[in-house]
């Protein structure tokens, strides 16, 4: 179902601009995890919160647990940062396993 | 460190053959969990094991497909009769996980299966 809402679906951004990536939760959610996945399909890890925000470089990341949502805020964005982007839920019935969302393609244009 | 290892990288199976897969956790991750992509579902869980105990298994198909971790450096995932629905990518994931409390997962590269 969609316990994990991911948008936008897709997003083109100019090199060196800003834009934000979102996740609604519909599942009472302990921790989030950020991943972007490259184009080989390796998931690396960009983020894991608990309640609260992490910064690492140009990323930033803010995980509100009772307005149950999540956002990944990319500052001057570069080509490298392409790829497709999953937030995942921990939470629900089940402590342990990963809630998905669908996924953001990000493509960053020259 | 070399992270979580998944062999096959690659794996291409008639319809109705047998499919093994293997996955070696970080060292000293406690938890192993599997999942699988496709374009269509996105990312699953199938299911997860934690000190070689399994714990949660509600994402598997509840026929064909078996895992099992009989030690605490390798987990396999058993899909028999394999179907052409059956192909995906194929993820293993490992962490820190202990009772009662959340870890971060760390994943491996996948095994693409194929079902001819």
């Known amino acids: 179902g969609d316990q994990v809402k991911q948008s936008p679906s897709a997003l083109s951004l100019q090199e060196g601009t800003n834009s934000a990536l979102r996740c609604n939760f519909s599942?009472?959610?302990?921790?989030v995890q950020w991943f972007l996945q490259n184009p080989r399909g390796s998931l690396m890890n960009l983020f894991y919160?608990?309640?609260g925000t992490k910064e690492n470089g140009r990323l930033k990341s803010t995980f509100n647990s009772k307005e149950s949502y999540s956002t990944l805020h990319i500052r001057d964005a570069q080509l490298e940062d392409s790829g497709t982007y999953f937030c995942?839920?921990?939470?629900?019935?089940?402590?342990?396993?990963?809630?998905f969302g669908a996924g953001t393609q990000l493509i960053v244009i020259p | 460190n070399a992270g979580v290892i998944q062999t096959p990288r690659h794996k291409v199976t008639g319809k109705g053959q047998e499919a093994t897969l293997w996955c070696e956790p970080i060292?000293?991750?406690?938890?192993v969990f599997w999942y699988r992509q496709t374009i269509v579902q996105g990312l699953e869980f199938l299911t997860y094991?934690?000190?070689?105990?399994?714990?949660?298994d509600s994402g598997m198909p509840k026929e064909r497909f078996s895992a099992q971790m009989p030690n605490q450096s390798h987990s396999t995932l058993k899909i028999q009769s394999t179907q052409p629905q059956d192909s995906a990518v194929y993820l293993c994931?490992?962490?820190?996980?202990?009772?009662?409390?959340?870890?971060?997962?760390?994943f491996g590269p996948g095994t693409r299966l194929t079902v001819l």
């Open positions: 994931a490992s962490s820190l996980l202990t009772g009662g409390r959340s870890a971060e997962q760390f």
């Open positions: 599942i009472a959610t302990t921790t």
């Open positions: 919160l608990v309640p």
């Open positions: 995942a839920a921990e939470g629900g019935s089940a402590l342990g396993r990963l809630h």
């Open positions: 060292s000293g991750h406690s938890a």
């Open positions: 094991f934690r000190n070689q105990a399994p714990i949660d």
